[in-house]
């Protein structure tokens, strides 16, 4: 995967035909893994997109090179994935022709309105169609309703078949894709399980020890709190874990966490377990 990013960015420097691959302008963790895995994958496999034949596929993150750290989520899943984030060509480290060109073509992906609309050639999406998105006629369009775009990106590459002969190649492509539609299927699960046990807020006690070592010594314990639907009781169960004074959690907040919009920390002090965290809890359950 870095082999083909690294190629792209030198294609920045040439005078080639382009088909640009591009999320929408929130530049989500979804849109980010669908441009990167589409493009690699229509690159080697442009079936779909038979009359460009002598087009280079090329993805690009919907964000300028200097705001790219404020996406947080996208950076650190990148990271973890060993993607060169250095290689990842932004939207202001390319050209993209509003007006009409010959040159830059542009597929969608997780959107479809779009200002680049006149040079557009395909569409992958999962809201529902917008009749007002102007698009040209013979665009090619996979529009479904279902959770992430990745999980259409997924089936794509599942259908060309060319996983047959060359999943060696698609390993980190298929990586990236399915931890991000895992991820996804769990929002979508806890927000289920909200839904059924009438939940407001979610509070999620973690715990992780080395067997082999049983002490506190190698044992880790993490915390998040998530709202579902009443900020104000959120906000006071988030006081209170962070800030009591008999029970010192010592939370040390992770940022690098993005997840349903909830708050995520690493509790330093191990020695407080469910027996001292849920008292607190139901203290202001019963004061609400
Ligand atoms: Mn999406």
């Known amino acids: 995967m870095n082999q083909f990013l690294k190629n792209c960015r030198s294609l920045l420097t040439q005078q080639v035909s382009r088909i640009v691959v591009i999320g ?28 460009f ?13 200097k705001d790219l750290p404020l996406k947080t989520e996208v950076v650190f899943y990148l990271h973890e994935n ?15 022709p509003e007006a009409m060109s ?4 542009l597929i969608l992906v997780d959107h479809h309105l779009s200002k680049y609309r006149q040079n557009v050639i395909g569409v992958i999406d999962h809201r529902p169609f917008d009749s007002y998105s102007n698009l040209n006629e013979n665009v090619y369009k996979h529009i479904e309703l ?23 190649d698609y390993i980190s492509t298929l990586n990236l894709l399915y931890d991000y539609v895992k991820l996804e299927d769990a929002e979508i699960n ?9 939940a407001n807020v979610i509070v999620l006690i973690g715990m992780r020890m080395d067997l082999a070592k049983n002490d506190n010594a190698n044992m880790r314990r993490d915390l998040g709190i998530i709202n579902v639907n009443n900020q104000d009781l959120f906000q006071k169960i988030l006081k209170e874990l962070t800030s009591n004074n008999t029970v010192d959690l010592c939370l040390e907040k992770n940022n690098e966490i993005e ?17 001292q ?3 607190l809890i139901c203290d202001i359950m019963d004061k609400f």
Request: glycine fraction near 4%; proline fraction near 3%; include cysteine.
């Open 24 to 51: 929408n302008e929130s530049c989500d963790l979804d849109s980010a893994v669908c441009s990167i895995c589409l493009a690699f994958h229509l690159s080697k496999c442009p079936s779909l997109f038979n009359s």
């Open 82 to 96: 060993n993607i060169s984030i250095r290689d990842l060509i932004c939207n202001d480290e390319i050209e993209l």
């Open 259 to 275: 997840f349903l919009g909830g708050a995520f920390y690493d509790q330093r002090n191990v020695v407080y377990t469910r027996k």
């Open 53 to 65: 034949r002598n087009y280079h596929f090329i993805p690009v993150l919907n964000v300028s090179r």
């Open 146 to 168: 279902v959770g992430s775009c990745a999980s259409l990106v997924l089936r794509i590459i599942d259908q060309s078949n060319v996983l047959k002969k060359n999943k060696a």
């Open 102 to 105: 010959n040159e830059t073509k």
């Open 190 to 198: 806890l927000q289920k399980f909200a839904r059924m046990t009438g």
């Open 277 to 279: 965290i849920l008292p």
